[in-house]
């Protein structure tokens, strides 16, 4: 899994945009690198879930794992651009709502102003 990031509109936001599958192969990497980010100031992440072609429960797990450490850090984690299997996956596991789904990164920054 490829894995990039952006500032957010703000400066405790970031955009990170993962391309791949988010499976047991690439959800312990996925969460170590993106556990840094939320602990050194940045607590409000948006994924752009576009280019994350599978999803399986360790994938869910990561994004739980990240979901509580932005939570105590006051903070939020929300998915952008979700479809096809992620999307049915978490819809499955009825995590959508905890993660708090957008139609895009822009709307999903904008939900924090």
Known sequence: MELSSR?????????VVPVGDLDLYASVA????LT???EQ?????VID???VRYLDSSGVG???RLLHQARKLGGEIRVAN??????????????ISLLKEA???????DAWK
């Open 7 to 15: 500032p957010g509109n703000k400066s405790n936001e970031v955009v």
């Open 30 to 33: 996925f969460c170590n690198s």
């Open 49 to 51: 879930m576009a280019g």
């Open 36 to 38: 840094p980010m939320l």
């Open 62 to 64: 990561a994004l739980i």
């Open 103 to 109: 139609p895009d990164v822009e709307t999903a920054l």
């Open 41 to 45: 100031g940045t607590p409000h992440m």
């Open 82 to 95: 979700l479809s096809g299997t992620p999307k049915r996956v978490l819809e499955m596991c009825n995590i």
